[in-house]
């Protein structure tokens, strides 16, 4: 009977662990291990490009991908975990319940937007955080022309001065011009609690975020939280009022819901502590990777973000150590010391940064030319392939060179 590897999600650290885990499968030549994935649709969506227009193309298929390399594809959305009997129930394309087995499981389930329960950010706001919410969004903007000339109408709020918002941001005003007319008197205001313009992004990026938004017309209110939201706009927690149609929600990410059904420590985002080999603690057969793990990136205090460049790496080192694990070979153990971003400041270009302190390395045209090439090359699946995907899934490859 084969072992059968169970990996719950197909986004970067879900795929990224099927294909890492087939690859250390063949190079041992067995064929009693299964590996197979989980997830609702056969695509990775390509979340980090949300915030663009056209968010319908922003997923790319994964079943040929799957199929050539021998990865077993499940469609269904996971409901339940249950650790000692080891499955996992889920919901098929019909509707029905479902349950399936694993010997090893690696849940890479991913993260989500943490809305506060206190705001009717549901009912009023949108976001970016999954593919349907960006079309939401998208198809409200194209609405916008048939609404009535206002200031409202022509006004985004986007809540939240991070990465997310402030990328959001700064691609509205093309996008606005585009639905509007150029001539349309647009006005794009981030809202964040921070004290200085991108705040949150460090010190050294900031002075770009800034100077990038001075010449966009993205305003700041800083210091400041959204207190509430209605049809008509927002309220602050100064109490100024803001009339706007469109309301972008871009604050707090939290990991999925299934790591509760882990006996183990997780953090403040709800991901679970694992070993160097992305073990979960206290678990012998369940691994987690990508947005689902708290997991040290270095040795010197820094662990892995929310992001599609640590998701690729923990996928590859997650489905190779799982494998591992089977197969009874050394593991190779997590380790990505090198951290750089690469944020999209829309007309103005794009900064990129490298090291945990962000030094500004590449501005405007050229940062905008390496942020065109990371997402439409880099973060995407390799080809449908095996040997050419398999040798992509190697986990000493490094995600940034």
């Given at each position: 009977?084969?072992?059968?590897?169970?990996?719950?999600?197909?986004?970067?650290?879900?795929?990224?662990?099927?294909?890492?885990?087939?690859?250390?499968?063949?190079?041992?030549?067995?064929?009693?291990?299964?590996?197979?994935?989980?997830?609702?649709?056969?695509?990775?969506?390509?979340?980090?490009?949300?915030?663009?227009?056209?968010?319908?193309?922003?997923?790319?298929?994964?079943?040929?991908?799957?199929?050539?390399?021998?990865?077993?594809?499940?469609?269904?959305?996971?409901?339940?975990?249950?650790?000692?009997?080891?499955?996992?129930?889920?919901?098929?394309?019909?509707?029905?319940?479902?349950?399936?087995?694993?010997?090893?499981?690696?849940?890479?389930?991913?993260?989500?937007?943490?809305?506060?329960?206190?705001?009717?950010?549901?009912?009023?706001?949108?976001?970016?955080?999954?593919?349907?919410?960006?079309?939401?969004?998208?198809?409200?903007?194209?609405?916008?022309?048939?609404?009535?000339?206002?200031?409202?109408?022509?006004?985004?709020?986007?809540?939240?001065?991070?990465?997310?918002?402030?990328?959001?941001?700064?691609?509205?005003?093309?996008?606005?011009?585009?639905?509007?007319?150029?001539?349309?008197?647009?006005?794009?205001?981030?809202?964040?609690?921070?004290?200085?313009?991108?705040?949150?992004?460090?010190?050294?990026?900031?002075?770009?975020?800034?100077?990038?938004?001075?010449?966009?017309?993205?305003?700041?209110?800083?210091?400041?939280?959204?207190?509430?939201?209605?049809?008509?706009?927002?309220?602050?927690?100064?109490?100024?009022?803001?009339d706007a149609k469109t309301v972008i929600w871009t604050?707090?990410?939290?990991?999925?819901?299934?790591?509760?059904?882990?006996?183990?420590?997780?953090?403040?985002?709800?991901?679970?502590?694992?070993?160097?080999?992305?073990?979960?603690?206290?678990?012998?057969?369940?691994?987690?990777?990508?947005?689902?793990?708290?997991?040290?990136?270095?040795?010197?205090?820094?662990?892995?973000?929310?992001?599609?460049?640590?998701?690729?790496?923990?996928?590859?080192?997650?489905?190779?150590?799982?494998?591992?694990?089977?197969?009874?070979?050394?593991?190779?153990?997590?380790?990505?010391?090198?951290?750089?971003?690469?944020?999209?400041?829309?007309?103005?270009?794009?900064?990129?940064?490298?090291?945990?302190?962000?030094?500004v390395k590449l501005v405007k045209e050229e940062g905008?030319?390496?942020?065109?090439?990371?997402?439409?090359?880099?973060?995407?699946?390799?080809?449908?392939?095996?040997?050419?995907?398999?040798?992509?899934?190697?986990?000493?490859?490094?995600?940034?060179?």
């Amino acid at each position: 009977m084969k072992q059968h590897i169970l990996v719950i999600g197909a986004g970067f650290g879900g795929m990224w662990t099927a294909l890492s885990a087939t690859r250390l499968v063949d190079i041992h030549n067995r064929d009693n291990i299964q590996v197979s994935v989980l997830a609702p649709q056969a695509e990775l969506r390509v979340r980090p490009r949300f915030y663009e227009p056209n968010a319908h193309h922003l997923a790319a298929p994964l079943g040929e991908l799957f199929d050539v390399v021998g990865v077993n594809f499940i469609k269904g959305a996971a409901n339940t975990i249950d650790v000692q009997a080891k499955t996992v129930g889920y919901t098929d394309a019909a509707g029905a319940e479902q349950v399936v087995h694993f010997d090893k499981l690696v849940l890479a389930s991913g993260s989500g937007l943490a809305q506060p329960d206190t705001l009717s950010v549901t009912q009023h706001a949108f976001d970016v955080d999954q593919i349907e919410a960006a079309i939401r969004l998208e198809t409200h903007l194209k609405a916008l022309a048939t609404q009535p000339e206002s200031q409202a109408r022509n006004t985004v709020v986007v809540a939240g001065g991070g990465f997310t918002g402030i990328e959001t941001a700064t691609e509205m005003p093309a996008r606005l011009r585009a639905i509007l007319g150029e001539q349309a008197d647009i006005k794009v205001i981030i809202v964040d609690r921070g004290q200085k313009v991108g705040a949150a992004m460090g010190e050294a990026i900031s002075v770009s975020i800034a100077q990038a938004c001075t010449e966009l017309g993205v305003e700041w209110r800083l210091g400041v939280s959204v207190q509430s939201i209605d049809a008509n706009g927002v309220t602050l927690s100064d109490g100024q009022h803001i009339d706007a149609k469109t309301v972008i929600w871009t604050t707090g990410v939290r990991a999925s819901s299934l790591t509760e059904q882990i006996p183990a420590e997780r953090d403040r985002q709800g991901r679970l502590h694992v070993d160097a080999n992305l073990k979960v603690i206290g678990q012998d057969d369940i691994f987690a990777t990508g947005d689902v793990a708290y997991a040290a990136s270095d040795e010197i205090g820094n662990f892995a973000l929310m992001t599609c460049q640590h998701a690729i790496s923990l996928g590859r080192h997650a489905g190779n150590n799982v494998a591992a694990q089977i197969l009874g070979v050394d593991p190779t153990p997590y380790s990505q010391p090198k951290y750089v971003t690469c944020l999209d400041l829309g007309a103005w270009g794009a900064v990129y940064t490298e090291g945990w302190d962000r030094q500004v390395k590449l501005v405007k045209e050229e940062g905008k030319a390496l942020k065109t090439q990371i997402n439409t090359q880099w973060i995407y699946p390799p080809a449908a392939d095996r040997v050419s995907a398999l040798a992509a899934a190697d986990p000493m490859i490094p995600v940034v060179a």
